[in-house]
């Protein structure tokens, strides 16, 4: 139950910020997140789009360097085939999304 409500708030902060950073292409309109199993699923509405793009992110892990976090992706599987040939080439186990550091102290207890 708790861990339910860790998830819940962390998902919730994660859509927000990323809904910042996205504004421009569309907005995420649902996320899930499961610290457990170390999974992300997330509904995003991308402008010019009629069909919602469902992600699927497996196993990704939270990464400490020199200057701040970062989270590591290490499956990205979508509802698109292209941008899931093109998340498998260019951003998993090669590109590292750095943290906000106004949320590392909260991602950092959860993940």
Known sequence: MIKSIKDKMLASAIKTTLNNFIKEFGKIEHMKLDTQTKSIEATLFLIGEREPLEVTISNYTLVQ?????Y?????????????TKAAATYLTK???LKI???????????L
């Open 100 to 110: 906000p550091d106004k949320f590392v102290a909260i991602i950092k207890k959860v």
């Open 65 to 69: 360097k020199d200057d701040g976090y």
């Open 71 to 83: 989270l590591q992706l290490q499956r990205i599987k979508t509802s698109k085939e292209w941008i």
């Open 94 to 96: 090669r590109a590292l």
